[in-house]
């Protein structure tokens, strides 16, 4: 059986999201087409900015589905609101945590009895971040890739006790080394904190070390 792959409009705060979903595949041969394997558990990712190109088609957004989907996760991105076929207008990040909510009821409706994380690639990083620190029952994990800590307020994360995995590039223009190594202390436990060589934010020249990091310390 072919690897179940399925786009969706799914109900949102302001109107339909556009979202793909994407069960794992089995290691196959060299040239064999991916088998379907069952999923251990179910992951929701979140894509970069909207304002600045951000969909879930970005690449390094890919390449955190496709690492969780070798770890045995199916995964489930979406574009936020007024992104391509996504409706409403961009809200500032308030709105955004409200659609990933209305993602994540759909993800766990759809697999009400897998265990389930939360990930998000800049932007998406603090969108996943957001949602996961105040819902209750608590995401497994939010792996937060390229934390942009020179964007908007952290302090709400001394006090997140949830599992929190920072993956970050070595250049991060957005997140520098320097700052995120100083406000990770403050960060409650449990914690890990991971860097990636690589050129920039967006892992220039370093996507395949990247997504060996999602395999190796972002799944469940």
């Known amino acids: 059986m072919a690897r179940k792959i399925e786009t969706h409009l799914i109900p949102g705060p302001v109107g339909n999201l556009e979202a793909l979903l994407e069960e794992p595949e089995q290691a196959e041969p060299e040239n064999a087409e991916p088998e379907q394997a069952e999923p251990r558990y179910a992951a929701l990712v979140c894509h970069p900015h909207p304002l600045y190109g951000g969909t879930m088609h970005n690449k390094v957004v890919y390449r955190i589905a496709r690492g969780l989907r070798k770890t045995g ?4 991105r ?11 207008e961009h809200a500032h990040g308030a709105g955004e945590v409200e659609d990933a909510r209305a993602a994540l009821a759909f993800l766990r409706e759809r697999y009400p009895d897998l265990p389930w994380m939360m990930a998000g690639f800049s932007f998406g990083s603090r969108v996943a971040l957001r949602l996961g620190c105040e819902l209750d029952p608590p995401p497994s994990k939010v792996l937060a890739v390229g934390f942009p800590t020179r964007m908007g307020d952290s302090e709400y994360l001394a006090a997140c006790g949830i599992p929190k995995v920072f993956l970050q590039s070595t250049h991060d223009e957005h997140g520098p080394r320097l700052d995120l190594e100083a406000r990770f202390p403050s960060y409650a436990d449990p914690k890990e904190l991971h860097f990636v060589e690589a050129r920039d934010h967006f892992f220039a020249g370093g996507l395949d070390a ?11």
Do not use: P, T
Not at 73 to 76: D, K, S
Not at 78 to 88: A, K, M, Q, T
Not at 210 to 220: L, P, Q, S, T
């Open 73 to 76: 996760a199916v995964v489930l």
């Open 78 to 88: 979406f574009n936020f609101r007024g992104v391509n076929l996504s409706e409403g």
């Open 210 to 220: 990247f997504e060996d990091a999602v395999i190796r310390w972002g799944g469940m």
